[in-house]
């Protein structure tokens, strides 16, 4: 998730611990102990992604460095419950430094709401990040699998407007309660005017803000959190329903081609729950070829998946995936339904993946992160490597390989142990798995 989604959890839960706070000990939190509360919060919320200090050019990779450690080893149980622990180790020493709350029943004393607000903090952030298509391999190291949520994307608006009203009443400074404000304006205007949010989804999402704002004079303050918590849920367990039902259609409509479906992966449409992008990794019957196919589909059956294309003229939902790529064809071999209307297909020799895996270290390492790979290669042995769930615009998911110099340019040692989404294509051209999409 983006990093705003972060620290609005992260907010709200630090009001939820300063409830508890003030009813545990009988009296207002000390302004030392509230403000040292609302940033840790925040600051676990975020820390996971304390690996972007590294996953770039400190580790010598270039752009695997940003593939192979972003949700990496900061993203994982282990790591999530010791920075917890630090964290508020850290805050309950501030609280504590300062003169008048050194005493018992201090906002830092034993086992308070401060420590469950820390390990909350730091374990929503890999919850979070488990619901969309990116991935986590929260079990690591018993586990290096990455799992995937497939079912909110990154930057989610209705997941800002229901956690902002609440937090715009709770006990704020004025500056705090401007940068709420402005962030409700921001996502607000980015529905309208950037073309990703359809038009019928943007004016529900301003009506809601509305109503959602206004109720929050009639909600008693202590239940006003509870209900943004509450209200954030409900949102995403409608995405999770979404989900759900889109990769059941889109399984079946690729496997009555006689294609063995190894996964389906989704994003929805912001706001709407209703419509999907979808890419399908497929193998043939005979195991040989390997195939990503791009499609739209709608979650309601009296919602015809095509205008869903339609829905958001430049968001994911309405783009395919794949434009852009050499050797993509429209000639699909799916047969598009009501609720699946398949795009555009890709497909190589499994036998090529395998070959380009063993031969070049740099292709072996990205594909422990690609869970879609595509690529063009040029006479001169020039590669361009891409994960289609991001397009084909040259992004973070683009590798650009010049030719094989002889020598592996990937230091051995900085290549995380994640096994690979597509492990079952690289153990070769074996027999084809059942018709069950990964993940």
């Given at each position: 998730m983006d990093n705003v989604t972060h620290a609005l959890a992260g907010l709200?839960?630090?009001?939820?611990?300063?409830?508890?706070?003030?009813?545990?000990?009988?009296?207002?939190?000390?302004?030392?102990?509230?403000?040292?509360?609302?940033?840790?919060?925040?600051?676990?919320?975020?820390?996971?992604?304390?690996?972007?200090v590294?996953?770039?050019?400190?580790?010598?990779?270039?752009?695997?460095?940003?593939?192979?450690?972003?949700?990496?080893?900061?993203?994982?149980?282990?790591?999530?419950?010791?920075?917890?622990?630090?964290?508020?180790?850290?805050?309950?020493?501030?609280?504590?430094?300062?003169?008048?709350?050194?005493?018992?029943?201090?906002?830092?004393?034993?086992?308070?709401?401060?420590?469950?607000?820390?390990?909350?903090?730091?374990?929503?952030?890999?919850?979070?990040?488990?619901?969309?298509?990116?991935?986590?391999?929260?079990?690591?190291?018993?586990?290096?699998?990455?799992?995937?949520?497939?079912?909110?994307?990154i930057v989610e608006p209705w997941l800002w407007l229901v956690a902002i009203p609440p937090l715009l009443f709770a006990p704020r400074s004025r500056g705090g309660r401007v940068v709420l404000g402005a962030l409700a304006l921001v996502i607000l205007a980015a529905s309208a005017w950037t073309g990703e949010v359809a038009r019928g989804i943007a004016v529900a999402l301003a009506a809601f803000a509305v109503a959602w704002t206004g109720a929050q004079r009639l909600v008693p303050a202590r239940a006003r959190t509870w209900g943004g918590m509450a209200l954030w849920g409900a949102v995403t367990l409608a995405f999770v329903a979404g989900r759900t039902m889109v990769r059941g259609a889109v399984t079946r409509s690729a496997a009555a081609s006689g294609e063995a479906v190894l996964d389906v992966v989704l994003n929805p449409a912001p706001g709407d729950p209703t419509c999907w992008a979808a890419l399908a990794v497929t193998r043939s019957a005979d195991g040989g070829t390997y195939r990503v196919t791009s499609a739209t589909a709608a979650v309601l059956a009296g919602r015809d998946a095509a205008r869903c294309q339609q829905a958001v003229p430049r968001g994911r939902a309405g783009g395919d995936m794949l434009t852009g790529l050499a050797g993509a064809s429209s000639d699909t071999?799916?047969?598009?339904?009501?609720?699946?209307?398949?795009?555009?297909?890709?497909?190589?020799?499994?036998?090529?993946?395998?070959?380009?895996?063993?031969?070049?270290?740099?292709?072996?390492?990205?594909?422990?992160?690609?869970?879609?790979?595509?690529?063009e290669g040029a006479p001169n042995g020039a590669l361009r490597l891409v994960d289609a769930r991001y397009g084909m615009g040259g992004g973070f998911n683009t590798l650009r390989l010049a030719a094989p110099a002889g020598t592996c340019g990937v230091a051995g040692r900085w290549v995380p142990p994640w096994r690979e989404p597509r492990h079952e294509l690289l153990q070769g051209a074996g027999a084809a798995p059942p018709s069950r999409p990964a993940g």
């Open positions: 709200l839960m630090a009001d939820v611990a300063l409830q508890g706070m003030a009813a545990r000990s009988g009296r207002p939190v000390p302004p030392r102990a509230r403000r040292a509360t609302v940033l840790l919060g925040v600051v676990a919320a975020e820390f996971p992604d304390t690996d972007l590294y996953s770039g050019p400190l580790v010598g990779m270039g752009p695997l460095g940003y593939l192979l450690h972003h949700r990496g080893h900061t993203h994982t149980l282990v790591w999530a419950t010791l920075s917890a622990l630090a964290l508020w180790w850290v805050a309950r020493w501030w609280v504590r430094r300062g003169a008048g709350h050194a005493g018992r029943g201090g906002a830092a004393d034993g086992l308070t709401p401060p420590l469950w607000l820390a390990m909350a903090g730091t374990w929503s952030h890999l919850l979070l990040d488990w619901t969309n298509s990116y991935g986590v391999h929260p079990f690591w190291p018993l586990d290096n699998r990455w799992l995937y949520g497939d079912a909110v994307f071999p799916f047969a598009s339904t009501p609720q699946v209307a398949w795009r555009s297909t890709w497909q190589a020799p499994v036998a090529a993946l395998v070959a380009l895996a063993a031969a070049r270290c740099e292709v072996a390492a990205a594909l422990r992160f690609m869970r879609t790979p595509v690529w």
